[in-house]
């Protein structure tokens, strides 16, 4: 009997000894984390923001012929920044780091990748600020976890977090944005960083809170579509037969891009060089073409509001991908999510000329889902992504016009680093 008493009483006194404890909820230390997280990642985001809308709106007084010297100046001073401070990378890099690097992202390329890509942003390169907004608040999160001593999947998720709270500023779409900051990592598996979900929900939230009262920006759609409703039982057909033309359109991106990448990379010149070259190219282009300039997140509503002439838009849809594949490969920073749906917009409207009895709506949301799942693999995420940004209210046909671009993709992914090891 003594013994068991003393048992007892070094059991009571060891309890006695811990921290007293009471949480009777799921919440926890790490929800606060993931709150700082994307409170800062909104900050960031609508600062970049703010600057990247007075830096476009000074540019866009040059029109005509002077888009061409403006657009190459542009590109070597962006060139010349990487050249000095540093080679920010691309989304392949902040794929490959999240899934082969401890899901570390270094923000010492932060500088490097801000001022250069708000400087191609602005001058009208043809891609978004979706890609440095993720390096920026993706290697932030990483940060943040090495302050608080996190390792292995909580750093990683802590990461994704990051990112997931960059996308969700731009987008506007905290579920959308969370699950295109996971559905990127990889091609094939989308579950394999779940674990991240909650703490990308989180972070995503408090950035689109902050981000909207930053910018003051409107909680509608983006882009504005005619109304569409679900009656026809065929309009699942459409949409398949629609995201087949669309997936035809995103193989074309992707050889074209390589095209582009492979004389690029014949070039032995410095970056700035390459950067001016493309500079050039996308001036000239944009002085015969005007809406190709810029990454389209108002330029899309220009497009779907004006009356078009089918040569018209044939002009543009193979410009606007040949400007595209021209920022991306030569060493213009930004992201290409966006500008894939202006191409998937673009071919909507030229399908509609020759099946106008099939809606607008359909047409368009089909073939803008099925370019950019071919593309970034993210079907998923897309089509949550585009109901929250046009207003479609039906998912199921965006579903299946985004999974018509996904499994009928090319084998190898167009962002190299989704590709496991090893293939």
Request: hydrophobic share 50%; aromatic share 14%.
């Amino acid at each position: 009997m003594k013994l068991k008493r003393r048992r007892k009483l070094v059991t009571y006194l060891n309890i006695l000894d811990q921290p007293i404890r009471f949480n009777p909820f799921v919440f926890s230390r790490m929800f606060i984390l993931w709150a700082l997280l994307g409170l800062l990642g909104g900050i960031m985001a609508g600062v970049y923001w703010i600057v990247l809308g007075f830096l476009t709106d000074g540019m866009a007084w040059f029109t005509g012929w002077q888009v061409i010297p403006v657009m190459a100046f542009a590109g070597l001073l962006a060139g010349l920044i990487i050249h000095f401070i540093g080679e920010p990378g691309e989304i392949q890099l902040i794929v490959n780091n999240i899934r082969f690097n401890k899901g570390k992202l270094d923000p010492k390329n932060n500088p490097s990748m801000i001022l250069s890509s708000l400087i191609c942003i602005a001058a009208g390169g043809s891609l978004g600020p979706e890609a440095p907004l993720v390096q920026v608040t993706g290697s932030t999160g990483t940060w943040m976890g090495k302050l608080f001593r996190l390792k292995g999947e909580e750093l990683r998720s802590l990461s994704i977090a990051g990112m997931a709270s960059g996308f969700t500023a731009l987008f506007g779409a905290p579920l959308g944005g969370s699950l295109f900051a996971l559905e990127i990592l990889h091609h094939k598996h989308a579950v394999q960083y779940y674990r991240a979900i909650i703490p990308a929900f989180v972070a995503s939230c408090f950035s689109y809170l902050v981000f909207v009262i930053i910018v003051q920006m409107g909680l509608g759609p983006a882009w504005e579509l005619p109304s569409y409703e679900l009656v026809d039982k065929f309009d699942f057909a459409y949409a398949v037969l629609f995201g087949i033309m669309a997936t035809v359109v995103g193989w074309v991106f992707i050889f074209c891009t390589k095209f582009f990448k492979s004389g690029y990379e014949k070039l032995k010149v410095p970056i700035y060089i390459k950067t001016f070259i493309g500079g050039i190219l996308l001036g000239t282009i944009a002085f015969y073409l005007p809406l190709t300039r810029y990454f389209d997140h108002f330029e899309l509503n220009e497009l779907l509001t004006r009356d078009s002439t089918l040569q018209f838009l044939i002009a543009l849809l193979i410009f606007k991908i040949i400007a595209i594949a021209v920022t991306v490969t030569s060493g213009w920073r930004g992201g290409f999510i966006i500008p894939l749906f202006f191409v998937g917009a673009n071919l909507g409207l030229i399908i509609h000329h020759f099946i106008p009895e099939v809606n607008l709506s359909l047409t368009i949301v089909s073939c803008m889902a099925a370019v950019n799942a071919c593309v970034t693999r993210t079907p998923m995420s897309t089509t949550i992504l585009l109901a929250t940004l046009t207003g479609f209210a039906y998912f199921i046909p965006i579903l299946f016009a985004s999974l018509t671009g996904y499994f009928l993709a090319p084998r190898i992914p167009f962002i190299s680093s989704q590709m496991d090891k090893g293939h």
